[in-house]
């Protein structure tokens, strides 16, 4: 297959099949908008019922027409797609956009003929977007192709975006245009049977004419894939995201500690800050931060200067700096001096800078030239709220010009607090590329992107170790539990399957009858502990399975007949215990590993007991692991304080922690079989040799 | 002085003082907005320098005007104002607006002004709004007063809003004809030197014309008095509020440790919930939830549906829907039955209801008409991307004709996800009432705002319990150690203030030399615990200052003996030791208060500990706190199920914890010398009697 997406992005001629002579119907909009944007190449309506559409002769097959055909937009009925695909492959044509609805995403019968489909497109070597999408677009002037039924006309850009929706694709469009914000590209996948989000990050890492690229997901289809191109992507062009489908997976029916707390929407937050993508909630969001990016330089860091000539404005928006986790800046003597030689006397000089209502293009110009002079300020967000006394559009010019002063060094971002439409004259701030905003938290918002994304390229790409391990011993307890159809490893197995993996665990020894306690004892050096060896029982604490300390073999004989003395007093069959080594002193944590239908294998970590069960005080990775995400996982937890000794806890070794972890990440790679695990607790200690995993449980796919 | 502020709001004549004939100055724009807005009353323009200003007769002087007068709006000089407030007084004005500015807000010396202007309204019982302010209107027709330099026409409706910016003003009048919202009164109430945001709180309680009161507030004159007004006016009618100056209380410096703890913004929080008051976190979603309020009915639950024709907005719905915390409704069958009977096959019948983009006006009024009849629905979104294939006009129109079918009984919010503009014919919605946002995102923070309201009003009122306590012992420690000049009260002193408002209190003696070590053997009860008494550790247990579990006189003898040695080793005089009866058992709490100089004192509860140190689990309320305002402090604390049997902890008595926390908050009421104090630990058991507090410190303003 080839693995270009130039079929379908830079056609030299495209067929509109099923183009239509009806105004308002989709075969028609399609043309007419490949024809009103000028397509830079050929087009020819295909449909057996007409000769001429648009003013174009019309072919009654794809046969017929006599020049070659690189792209075909197919808006026929449904049945019709699969022999018209047959025809496009004896054609020779390389892409194929499906508009027509009535696949996979009406269900069953739907999913086959879309399998159909795929079929034929492999057969001729077609690239296909779709079906069911709204179209896909080229700014390209060597191009220029708007092959979506969108009622606007985009504006060329630098902007690739990819939508899930094709209803939100028109919204886009509208809204983007609304914004003056150009694409470059824009695709409306569809229900992606062959080309992917995936497929299209990958062609748009190096597009020269994408700066930026915006994606609507409703989902990953390769999590793995998208983790593996965004992580490449990102170092190149920042990649903003909004994902919605943030409560569906809730719903799934979820067996380990790891997957109950793993919920809700953390596989899809892991993912995007491991790959660096910059999330935002809502798809204004995506704009705000879109129009900032595309239009001003990366900040050097995260101080921010704010500008207003109206308190109440300039305390919104340090209000609003301050919530996104950036910092107002502090600025320099001289900066503060030249302010208040320069700004009326009741002007306020530090930062916000209220240049007051009176303030007019003279208190601007100062208070920006000042400002954006400043070694402390990473970023200006210019708030005007044009008052009755002042001409605005002298202070819209006096802001271009300190604007074109300071080109390029610093992103200055507008906020003019005015009706929605903007003020007269603020075109010219659209012209000269200043991002405006009516509100000041939409520009605050999009400054937190720009410097987020600057840390993201700044942070250190991390690797993955490969420890060596005893594959072969993990490999022969899996594959016995598989034979055995069991859906869990427990106890004394699953420690074994930590130790082939280079873990420390606490030795333990199943005890089925008393006369093998001794033995027991001979082995393991006290003290030791003593647990109910049951599958059933959860909390063995809670029903006094589980006794703790026992110091001589007497001890451990007593303990012995008193437990089987409870559990085989219920009518159920008494299943022995387990003597364990007890390890003294340190921290209880957890580490476990959910295999999310969506994001493949996310890790979690914990500490043990309260902090994770009453507080959830958890954090998640999707797999595989760098060593850098290994140590974000332990230093986010909120209760990381009590690992580095806070008064009076003692220190841990927190780097015996990040290997475990790692080691665990290898093992999840090894063993796809494997669903979920919780090592539960591993107790870390101040020295390595004592830090241990006490207990584990495993659950794999028998099936 | 009078309480009505009648004669701001309702005047029957207006002089304009300080009117101009220059267009484009303020005291020529005040004028224009009345005259235009056709003011139902006389106006007389006031300017010794002309003799008619917009075609009415000016007079020099407001003692010059013929007839009464009864309001002013003064737009002079800064250092006219105070004497024109006089002759005002003699003409027997009964309200002025203060536009000019200069006063406090640029320092002391304006400060020093504005007392000035005070002293005058109160010798002739004027009331005030300003100075340093926007202005002023009233749309009931009765009156129809512009009184502001706005440049936009505000549209009459039922909507009181005050502004405590007066830039942000003309930004709120803007915005809010963007969006066809109807003000009754308006304010923008610049310095507060007279009437403040409280005063028209209490006076838009019983406004006929005002149903909803939004706020845009800086910072609260007086919390008690909001409070108490606040707690009123939102059982009668919804009042939201952003509050700007989130982090400013931040920079304060704190001592107690609940006061670092309260840090950010938890004062204004607290307030806003123990009131009632919605709060929003900008301005735009002031509006959005504004629009909802003004034109929907309240819905009697948090079930929600949501009708769409397009997969994508409808999950960003439900993302949206759950995140804010309302709950997507789960039809009855009969719904669903409904629907799949009458929608295209491939429609979604559940919850959100996908019509599928071909869906035209029927499938809309099917939807509608179903799911607004479904008795476990509360409120309902309908989603509207206008696609190409249908004619939107039509689906407007069914929409509008489902709404008008079951009035007033459910709210409706529209999605319009189109041009910023909307589309057409969605003007039809707007008249009817709907509220249309345009991304899903704003309508359920709409709906959210309802639903909450609704809650907040079935909530019940709490009451402030009175307890018998020694009032007169506690004043005697407290002025013992005023007198002294002492800013704290702590250890065996501080218990006994606890003591005196009947508090359990683990007793302690206060030993100097090892010979009084008998005598408190005696007294006390063993076990017990020893500590070193010296005010300046504040963690003593890290420097060894603290021996527990002493069972019998010899052993304290020992402990004694070892402390000293470590104590008064180290060049300090040794200042003996406190010991205490000990408390076995039970959680550790901490219940502290901070009086917060916005906000009054706030009472802090959370689990002692790690829990407050490290996870910050802790929860505030603004004093004075109801038997309702305890009980939620304790259950808000996300380690409150330690408190009630989590897994083998032994469950507490809730009620004695409830009851401490009432008896602190009447403590603070007594003595409002007391600026902090951390009741740390109050150990709680399962047992009332065994339920103590271990340590305590106070703080005093003993200046």
Known sequence: MNISLDG??????????????????????????????????????????????????????????????????????????????????????????VITA?????????????????????????????????????????YSMNATFSKVQPIPGTVGIMSQSGALGEAILDYANSLNLGFSMFVSVGNKADISGNDL????????????????????????????????????KP????????????????????????????????????????????????????????????????????????????????DAVVSVGLKMAEFEKKTIAYLRKNLPPIAS???????????????????????????????????????????????????????EKHKN???????????????????????????????????????????????????PAGKIIEYKVDKKKARGIIDKAIQKRNDHILGAEALEILDAYGIRIARSINVKAAKDLKEAART????????????????????????????????????????KKKFANKGKKFSGVIVQQMVRGGVETIIGMHDDPAFGPLMMFGLGGIYVEVMKDVSFKVHPLTDFDADEMIKSVKSYPLLIGFRGYPSVNVPVLQETILRLSQLVADFPVLKSFDVNPFIVTSEVNKSKAVDARFTIDSQ
């Not at 030299?12 to 397509?39: C, D, Q």
């Not at 000769?51 to 792209?71: E, G, M, N, Q, R």
């Not at 990649?239 to 809730?250: F, H, I, L, Q």
Request: glycine fraction near 8%; charge should be negative; include cysteine.
């Open 8 to 97: 379908i992005f830079r056609p030299k001629s495209i067929a509109v099949i099923g183009a239509s002579t009806k105004k308002g119907a989709i075969g028609r909009e399609i043309l007419h908008n490949l024809i009103e944007g000028e397509f830079n190449g050929k087009v020819f309506p295909v449909n057996p019922k007409a000769t001429v559409i648009h003013s174009i002769k019309c072919y009654s097959t794809i046969l017929d027409v006599p020049d070659a055909v690189d792209l075909v937009i197919i808006v026929t009925p449904r049945d019709q797609v699969k022999s018209i695909l047959e025809q496009c492959g004896e054609k020779g044509v390389k892409g194929a956009v």
């Open 102 to 142: 009535g696949f996979k995403e009406i269900g069953e019968e739907g999913a086959k003929k879309e399998l159909e489909l795929v079929e034929v497109i492999k057969k001729y070597n077609i690239r296909m977007v779709g079906p069911n999408c709204f179209g896909v677009l080229n700014t390209d002037p060597e």
């Open 201 to 236: 990050l990958a062609y748009w890492e190096d597009d020269p004419n994408t700066h930026l690229i915006l994606l609507y997901l409703e989902n990953f289809g390769e999590p793995r894939t998208f983790t593996r191109i965004a992580r490449s992507i990102t170092r190149k």
């Open 239 to 318: 990649v903003v995201a909004v994902k919605a489908g943030r409560t569906a997976a809730g719903a799934a029916a979820i067996s380990s500690h790891t997957g109950v707390l793993a919920g809700l929407d953390v596989g899809a937050e892991a993912l995007f800050e491991q790959c660096g993508v910059l999330r935002v909630g809502t798809v204004d969001e995506l704009f705000d931060v879109a129009i900032a990016f595309t239009n001003q330089p990366l900040p050097k860091g995260d101080r921010i200067a704010v500008i207003t000539n109206a308190g109440g404005p300039g305390i919104l928006a340090t």
């Open 349 to 403: 000089v530090k930062n916000p800078v209220d240049v007051i209502a009176a303030g007019g293009p003279e208190s601007y110009r100062f208070a920006m030239d000042a400002v954006m002079s400043d070694k402390n300020v990473d970023a200006v967000i210019v708030i005007f709220v044009p008052p009755v006394v002042v001409d605005h559009r002298a202070v819209i010019n006096a802001i271009v010009e300190m604007i």
């Open 409 to 459: 060094v610093k992103p200055v971002l507008g906020c003019f607090m005015s009706e929605a439409d903007g003020i007269a004259g603020s075109e010219q701030l659209t012209e000269r590329k200043i991002p405006i905003y009516t509100f000041p938290e939409s520009a605050a918002r999009a400054v937190w992107a720009m410097a987020r994304y600057r840390k993201l390229l700044d942070r």
């Open 524 to 563: 393991l050096s006290f003290p030791v502990a003593m647990k109910i060896d049951d599958p059933s029982i959860s909390h063995k604490t809670d029903v006094g399975g589980v006794v703790t300390d026992l110091r001589t073999q007497a001890e451990m004989e007593d303990a012995f007949k008193i437990m």
